[in-house]
């Protein structure tokens, strides 16, 4: 496969990338084993694989952030050391960071040129970069306004950004690390017309990526990564998706959620006109109101930013807000003193936050203690009123380590040294098990592996069928479809209107997502 | 995930940043003309070479014992409590106040009522600041210090005018009398032999800072205010998701602090000088952040350090006796480079020593 047969356009030249025996340990952790792999002249190529499967690792050597124990880079058929990301780029890779790196208070221009200015004066390389960038968005139809600042583009603009800065520096391979985890589906469709459209004018991508559906729509051959092997190169028409997860997890999976039809109970959760403003003063969520019923999983789907955050965080007692919320009939304090984390979870609320890593749990804290975080006043966790019962946090923690399947079963191993999906195991098993009547559950899979997503959505489920309601809140449509029972979707701090889970698709929640009222649907 | 082996971390990197700290400080002594291990040896020696100096070095190390504990607490939560001077300058007054007040029977009567005194006057100094950063946001590192120029001053001014002796020249209170004594070890170790710990101010305020360092460490570890405060140390966000209130932890931590610096009162004030003087706290609340930092802010690493600066007090003031050609300001210097190296520095010896043992552990794979 070292020869460009499947394009066919291309003579048989070298591969852009071809890797040898790529190896990388950190300490005892193998995140790369014996890697090769080799990418065409011309082609979209994905790598899929679960989180810590090692391709983050794999493109940071490529990118020469990492050093490889063993192993050989070859770019364009001439082996290449790449001892850092300037050696990288004069190899002519380009890397789009799944968080970009782009300075928010510079124009456009100013962020291409940043590190490639010629010369100590600005004005010359702002000359010459204008013109360069007007060329380079004609032929890749890369449009953005050179002057504008970052902070006033979206955020498929600003990715745009990211790729002409690859481009600016003359990348002819182009590395893209999850890149569509921040844009709404039509955006996503855009960013792959124009990466299809980089193919064509001869340039190499390589796509980054855990979503099947975008492997299956935009590569032309997809490598898969378990624990830090290669276990297969395939053309992307020559499998399904249903293959490569089991590829990537080993075994058969379950891509769809198991669950009934819901019976919905009395209302749990009644929330109206809920107005939220940040420390600056805008408002964020802009007036909501909506039910939770018992026994019903509501999903709330939108693009990152537009007040969902904000909603769980009200609902969590994280943060104050106006309106009216109401739970099990009592209305609660939304703002003032009473209002906090352990006023809500008195009232039954539990809440699997958006971002572990940063509010569910204390990274250097080790399991046992966050398995009692937010829950640290329980007696069952008191000794007397003085000393906690640091017995029966352990003692309870096994058990929920058992019952959740948290690897590795040791209590005292501080949270940082999870992976990301037993993190959010530690999370999820503190906050279910303590069987609350309403659960606010916020990206429940983000960088978790496709084996915990199933348990996490049957554990949810499972909670829902016990008659809970469920608060959902995703980023990924297919979650939110595969587990809600009915979706609103939430645009700008609003919620632009309630479907029926199994009366809506993709399409029409793209549309509500980017805002556009649907056609009186 | 890599961690080099904890005794690695705990015992070989202090050791590691003392050496280089000797090595530094005997450069200097070198440059000076003077032999630097007779400067070793004499420090040695003076603090460490007779029961009387290891009673000196025991009586400093009560005080960084306080100090290093007060500066720990407060940086659980990671409040960086630079005040501890002032605090225990306000605990000072605390102790004189109630043991002027009261012609004490008894000591064992006296030093209740001197604790409480202390403490609260201590962490009363501390509240200000605790308030001003919990509600409005100052920064404890710029008000904690500009209260130790106001406790300072406020201390001077009641030196010379309420609480001052009228019988006496001099700014300080009069006797705190027989009653308020403090046994000191001279006292308490009578029994086993003549001579110990001979005309040394080492008391019995040191077991008083054993037991706080004891019970400093059952507040952190094992009750619910002290995982708060470790909770809301280690994060801010978390701890508003788990709805921790900063501004009870931040209060409670810096009160507990502030208790704790003044408390240093009890061995100085009322074990040594038995009375109010002006400059008693003489450097040991900031020597406290050194103490707290070599420690790792954990009670059993605060007390070694506190001994070994005890230590380097001790024997730096021999020195003086025994090394005329090195000076009282030389003494500082060398005193002041241990303090870079253990405490500033420690990351400059500890990252690459955690890269050794790593790549010794992969060699052995």
């Given at each position: 496969?070292?020869?460009?047969?499947?394009?066919?356009?291309?003579?048989?030249?070298?591969?852009?990338?071809?890797?040898?025996?790529?190896?990388?340990?950190?300490?005892?952790?193998?995140?790369?084993?014996?890697?090769?792999?080799?990418?065409?002249?011309?082609?979209?190529?994905?790598?899929?694989?679960?989180?810590?499967?090692?391709?983050?690792?794999?493109?940071?050597?490529?990118?020469?952030?990492?050093?490889?124990?063993?192993?050989?880079?070859?770019?364009?058929?001439?082996?290449?050391?790449?001892?850092?990301?300037?050696?990288?780029?004069?190899?002519?890779?380009?890397?789009?960071?799944?968080?970009?790196?782009?300075?928010?208070?510079?124009?456009?221009?100013?962020?291409?040129?940043?590190?490639?200015?010629?010369?100590?004066?600005?004005?010359?390389?702002?000359?010459?970069?204008?013109?360069?960038?007007?060329?380079?968005?004609?032929?890749?139809?890369?449009?953005?306004?050179?002057?504008?600042?970052?902070?006033?583009?979206?955020?498929?603009?600003?990715?745009?950004?990211?790729?002409?800065?690859?481009?600016?520096?003359?990348?002819?391979?182009?590395?893209?690390?999850?890149?569509?985890?921040?844009?709404?589906?039509?955006?996503?469709?855009?960013?792959?017309?124009?990466?299809?459209?980089?193919?064509?004018?001869?340039?190499?991508?390589?796509?980054?990526?855990?979503?099947?559906?975008?492997?299956?729509?935009?590569?032309?051959?997809?490598?898969?990564?378990?624990?830090?092997?290669?276990?297969?190169?395939?053309?992307?028409?020559?499998?399904?998706?249903?293959?490569?997860?089991?590829?990537?997890?080993?075994?058969?999976?379950?891509?769809?959620?198991?669950?009934?039809?819901?019976?919905?109970?009395?209302?749990?959760?009644?929330?109206?006109?809920?107005?939220?403003?940040?420390?600056?003063?805008?408002?964020?969520?802009?007036?909501?109101?909506?039910?939770?019923?018992?026994?019903?999983?509501?999903?709330?789907?939108?693009?990152?930013?537009?007040?969902?955050?904000?909603?769980?965080?009200?609902?969590?007692?994280?943060?104050?807000?106006?309106?009216?919320?109401?739970?099990?009939?009592?209305?609660?304090?939304?703002?003032?003193?009473?209002?906090?984390?352990?006023?809500?979870?008195?009232?039954?609320?539990?809440?699997?936050?958006?971002?572990?890593?940063?509010?569910?749990?204390?990274?250097d804290?080790?399991?046992?203690?966050?398995?009692?975080?937010?829950?640290?006043?329980?007696?069952?966790?008191?000794?007397?009123?003085?000393?906690?019962?640091?017995?029966?946090?352990?003692?309870?923690?096994?058990?929920?380590?058992?019952?959740?399947?948290?690897?590795?079963?040791?209590?005292?191993?501080?949270?940082?040294?999870?992976?990301?999906?037993?993190?959010?195991?530690?999370?999820?098993?503190?906050?279910?098990?303590?069987?609350?009547?309403?659960?606010?559950?916020?990206?429940?899979?983000?960088?978790?592996?496709?084996?915990?997503?199933?348990?996490?959505?049957?554990?949810?489920?499972?909670?829902?069928?016990?008659?809970?309601?469920?608060?959902?809140?995703?980023?990924?449509?297919?979650?939110?479809?595969?587990?809600?029972?009915?979706?609103?979707?939430?645009?700008?701090?609003?919620?632009?209107?309630?479907?029926?889970?199994?009366?809506?698709?993709?399409?029409?929640?793209?549309?509500?997502?980017?805002?556009?009222?649907?056609?009186?649907? | 995930?890599d961690k080099m082996p904890r005794w690695a971390d705990v015992v070989l990197v202090p050791l590691i940043n003392l050496t280089l700290a000797f090595i530094a400080a005997g450069l200097v002594v070198l440059a000076?003309?003077?032999?630097p291990?007779?400067m070793v040896?004499?420090v040695i020696?003076?603090?460490?070479?007779?029961?009387?100096?290891?009673?000196?070095?025991?009586?400093y190390a009560?005080?960084f014992?306080?100090t290093g504990?007060a500066f720990s607490?407060a940086m659980h939560?990671r409040h960086f409590n630079i005040?501890a001077?002032?605090?225990?300058?306000?605990?000072?007054?605390?102790?004189?106040?109630?043991?002027?007040?009261?012609?004490?029977?008894?000591?064992?009567?006296?030093?209740?009522?001197?604790?409480?005194?202390?403490?609260?006057?201590?962490?009363?100094?501390?509240?200000?600041?605790?308030?001003?950063?919990?509600?409005?946001?100052?920064?404890?590192v710029?008000?904690?210090i500009?209260?130790?120029?106001?406790?300072?001053?406020?201390?001077?001014?009641?030196?010379?005018?309420?609480?001052?002796?009228?019988?006496?020249?001099?700014?300080?209170?009069?006797?705190?009398?027989?009653?308020?004594?403090?046994?000191?070890?001279?006292?308490?170790?009578?029994?086993?032999?003549?001579?110990?710990?001979?005309?040394?101010?080492?008391?019995?305020?040191?077991?008083?800072?054993?037991?706080?360092?004891?019970?400093?460490?059952?507040?952190?570890?094992?009750?619910?205010?002290?995982?708060?405060?470790?909770?809301?140390g280690?994060?801010?966000?978390?701890?508003?998701?788990?709805?921790?209130?900063?501004?009870?932890?931040?209060?409670?931590?810096?009160?507990?602090?502030?208790?704790?610096?003044?408390?240093?009162?009890?061995?100085?004030?009322?074990?040594?000088?038995?009375?109010?003087?002006?400059?008693?706290?003489?450097g040991a609340g900031f020597m406290g952040i050194a103490v707290g930092l070599m420690g790792r802010n954990h009670?059993f690493g605060i007390v070694l350090a506190a001994i070994l600066f005890g230590i380097l007090n001790?024997g730096g003031?021999?020195?003086?006796?025994?090394?005329?050609?090195?000076?009282?300001e030389m003494v500082l210097v060398i005193q002041a480079l241990i303090i870079i190296f253990t405490g500033a520095l420690v990351h400059m010896t500890r990252d690459p020593l955690e890269r050794f043992f790593i790549r010794?552990?992969?060699?052995?794979?």
């Open positions: 496969m070292a020869e460009g047969g499947k394009q066919g356009r291309r003579e048989t030249a070298a591969p852009a990338i071809e890797l040898k025996g790529i190896s990388k340990a950190f300490g005892p952790v193998q995140a790369n084993r014996d890697i090769s792999i080799s990418v065409n002249k011309g082609a979209i190529h994905g790598i899929v694989g679960e989180n810590g499967a090692g391709k983050s690792t794999l493109m940071s050597i490529l990118y020469g952030f990492y050093k490889a124990d063993a192993g050989d880079i070859f770019v364009n058929g001439t082996l290449t050391v790449i001892p850092d990301s300037q050696a990288a780029i004069a190899a002519g890779i380009g890397m789009v960071h799944q968080h970009f790196k782009l300075v928010e208070n510079f124009s456009v221009l100013e962020n291409v040129i940043l590190g490639a200015e010629d010369g100590a004066m600005l004005k010359p390389s702002l000359a010459k970069a204008r013109s360069h960038l007007l060329d380079l968005a004609r032929e890749y139809e890369l449009e953005v306004d050179p002057d504008e600042l970052i902070e006033n583009l979206s955020v498929g603009h600003q990715q745009r950004v990211e790729i002409l800065k690859a481009l600016y520096r003359h990348a002819d391979i182009l590395i893209l690390d999850e890149p569509t985890g921040v844009l709404t589906p039509s955006e996503a469709d855009h960013l792959f017309r124009i990466l299809r459209n980089l193919r064509d004018q001869g340039k190499t991508i390589i796509l980054i990526t855990h979503k099947l559906r975008e492997i299956m729509d935009a590569t032309d051959t997809v490598s898969v990564m378990r624990q830090g092997e290669m276990t297969a190169t395939v053309k992307t028409a020559d499998t399904s998706p249903p293959e490569l997860a089991e590829l990537m997890v080993g075994r058969k999976v379950l891509l769809r959620v198991d669950k009934k039809p819901a019976t919905p109970g009395d209302v749990r959760l009644r929330v109206r006109d809920l107005k939220v403003r940040d420390d600056a003063g805008v408002e964020r969520i802009k007036g909501i109101s909506f039910d939770v019923r018992a026994g019903e999983i509501l999903g709330i789907a939108g693009v990152a930013g537009n007040g969902q955050s904000e909603l769980l965080e009200v609902l969590g007692g994280i943060t104050p807000a106006s309106g009216f919320v109401e739970v099990h009939g009592n209305e609660i304090d939304l703002s003032g003193r009473s209002s906090d984390g352990q006023s809500r979870r008195a009232r039954g609320i539990a809440h699997v936050p958006e971002d572990r890593q940063t509010l569910g749990l204390i990274m804290f080790m399991a046992w203690e966050n398995a009692c975080f937010g829950y640290h006043h329980d007696p069952q966790f008191q000794q007397n009123t003085l000393l906690m019962d640091n017995a029966a946090i352990l003692r309870d923690t096994e058990a929920k380590m058992k019952n959740f399947d948290i690897r590795p079963p040791n209590s005292g191993l501080q949270a940082q040294n999870f992976s990301g999906g037993n993190q959010q195991k530690i999370v999820l098993a503190r906050e279910i098990e303590r069987n609350p009547d309403i659960l606010l559950v916020g990206q429940p899979t983000r960088g978790v592996d496709i084996g915990a997503i199933e348990f996490i959505h049957q554990q949810i489920v499972e909670l829902r069928d016990a008659g809970k309601a469920i608060l959902l809140v995703s980023v990924e449509l297919d979650e939110i479809l595969s587990l809600s029972d009915r979706v609103a979707v939430m645009f700008d701090g609003r919620l632009m209107g309630e479907r029926t889970t199994s009366e809506t698709d993709v399409k029409e929640l793209g549309l509500l997502m980017a805002g556009v009222v649907g056609e009186a649907a | 995930m000076i003309g003077q032999n291990f007779d040896f004499f020696k003076g603090a460490l070479g007779s029961t009387t100096g290891i009673g000196y070095t025991l009586y009560t005080n014992i306080f504990l607490v939560a005040g001077e002032g605090q225990a300058i306000a605990g000072g007054v605390g102790a004189a106040i109630v043991l002027l007040a009261v012609p004490w029977p008894h000591w064992t009567l006296a030093l209740p009522a001197a604790i409480l005194g202390a403490s609260v006057f201590g962490a009363g100094w501390a509240a200000i600041p605790a308030y001003l950063q919990a509600r409005r946001g100052s920064h404890v710029i008000t904690t500009m209260f130790n120029f106001i406790a300072a001053a406020i201390i001077g001014f009641l030196l010379n005018g309420v609480l001052k002796d009228p019988n006496t020249q001099n700014a300080e209170t009069r006797h705190f009398g027989q009653g308020a004594h403090l046994p000191t070890f001279e006292e308490i170790f009578a029994p086993f032999g003549d001579g110990l710990f001979k005309s040394a101010p080492v008391n019995v305020s040191f077991f008083l800072a054993l037991i706080m360092a004891f019970l400093v460490w059952v507040l952190i570890w094992r009750t619910r205010l002290g995982y708060q405060i470790r909770a809301f280690s994060s801010h966000t978390a701890s508003a998701y788990a709805g921790i209130s900063a501004f009870r932890v931040t209060i409670y931590s810096m009160l507990i602090s502030g208790a704790l610096a003044g408390m240093l009162s009890l061995n100085v004030v009322m074990g040594e000088q038995e009375r109010l003087i002006k400059e008693f706290v003489e009670p001790q003031f021999e020195l003086l006796w025994e090394m005329p050609g090195i000076s009282r010794m552990r992969k060699k052995r794979a």
